[in-house]
């Protein structure tokens, strides 16, 4: 499973919710974060194709097969189909790669619903990530953020199930509650069986006002299943990254305020993040590519460093042992121990455990290598899910 660990002390970046002040202008809604400059990237008024962004409405060829993909995703993403998704994807047992390498399997995908690009998506990640770096040179979780928010796309991919295009990307919207007039082309949702559904066609319908996002079911695509990876793979890049790869097509919201009801306080001041993500995401898509090898090392040296692709999740406890097996003194006499804090005595009790079997386990009696080696590694893929470095 593609592995996306990150420290919280390795950010060492300025994230500070107190640090977004919610500058709202009249005509872009963007909100800015306080004493950062915005001279490195400025947004184009029309996209690759010479239209407005997200002209949903302008007559050409791409435009029909958008409106088309938008019909068969309106009248299939059902409450049932989603809950179905995600029981299904939640097992994350398709694949075990780095972020790089999933990154680079995009280079296969195309997203048919993008009225602004038809570059693989790479260059889209890439487009995003440079251009918000230009600008926020501090917050390294926000050119993550920027980095993975599409990897989820590789549902399109063989290995990964091949979904139709309207089951992975497109905008996003909740299931089992009303759909809101905000929603892209909303005349095509009058052909799925849930608006017919009593429990699920009122305003709030299964939900309560003010639940919160988190739990609310969305339509199932790249952004819910990059966040069980995240999340599934122990994810601590901050709540507005999170936030951001699960809600950045939800245009509904975060562009028409559609929806808002559902939301609570944490909700909103995340919501102030992806204003300023969305920017980049929508405005970054260019004909003019990225030199993918040249800004690798970049993007490695921020896996490495924030994403732990190397991360052992073990409990303390194990680590504890690991280090301190041999230190017999302590454990056998208990020497030093006026150095141990309340953490340690817990995990000394472990050690003590462990240490019945390390020392008098040995035997001449052999074990059956190819026996238990299937268990064994079952259990390195469950506490070391990552390539490692050794």
Not at 105 to 121: A, M
Not at 123 to 133: D, T
Not at 321 to 340: D, N, Q, T, V
Not at 360 to 383: A, G, M, N, R, T
Request: glycine content about 4%; some cysteine; proline content about 4%.
């Amino acid at each position: 499973m593609a592995t996306t660990l990150v420290d919280q002390s390795a950010l060492g970046s300025q994230f500070d919710e107190k640090n977004v002040h919610n500058h709202v202008t009249k005509d872009t809604n963007e909100v800015t974060l306080n004493g950062v400059s915005h001279n490195g990237f400025t947004a184009p008024e029309i996209n690759s194709f010479g239209h407005s962004f997200r002209a949903y409405d302008v007559e050409s060829e791409r435009q029909k097969g958008v409106e088309e993909f938008y019909r068969l995703q309106h009248i299939n993403q059902t409450y049932d189909f989603v809950k179905k998704m995600r029981e299904n994807y939640e097992k994350l047992n398709r694949a075990e790669m780095s972020i790089w390498e999933c990154c680079e399997l995009l280079n296969q995908v195309v997203d048919d619903s993008d009225p602004d690009l038809d570059e693989p998506q790479i260059q889209h990640l890439l487009q995003s990530a440079e251009a918000i770096r230009k600008d926020y040179p501090n917050e390294d979780w926000l050119h993550l953020t920027a980095l993975i928010h599409d990897l989820g796309k590789i549902l399109l991919l063989p290995q990964f199930g091949e979904l139709p295009q309207w089951a992975v990307v497109g905008d996003t919207f909740p299931v089992g509650c009303a759909f809101d007039e905000a929603n892209i082309h909303h005349k095509f949702f009058k052909e799925n069986p849930d608006i017919k559904n009593p429990a699920y066609n009122t305003k709030d319908g299964i939900y309560t006002n003010g639940c919160g996002l988190e739990n609310v079911m969305m339509s199932w695509g790249h952004d819910d299943y990059m966040y069980l990876v995240a999340k599934e793979n122990g994810c601590t890049l901050p709540s507005a990254g999170l936030f951001i790869i699960r809600y950045h097509s939800f245009y509904p919201l975060h562009k028409e305020g559609a929806y808002s009801h559902l939301m609570n306080d944490k909700d909103r001041e995340n919501l102030k993040w992806l204003h300023i993500f969305n920017k980049y995401d929508l405005y970054s898509k260019s004909k003019v590519l990225v030199d993918v090898e040249k800004v690798k090392p970049y993007y490695q040296s921020l896996i490495e460093k924030v994403a732990k692709e190397n991360g052992c999740t073990l409990p303390l406890a194990g680590l504890f042992i690991m280090r301190y097996h041999s230190f017999y003194p302590l454990h056998k006499e208990g020497a030093y121990s006026h150095l141990m804090n309340d953490e340690d005595r817990e995990n000394l009790k472990w050690l003590h455990i462990f240490n019945k079997y390390d020392l008098y386990s040995k035997s001449k009696v052999l074990v059956d290598v190819e026996k238990v080696k299937p268990y064994y590694q079952s259990l390195i893929e469950k506490y070391f899910p990552a390539k490692l470095k050794w």
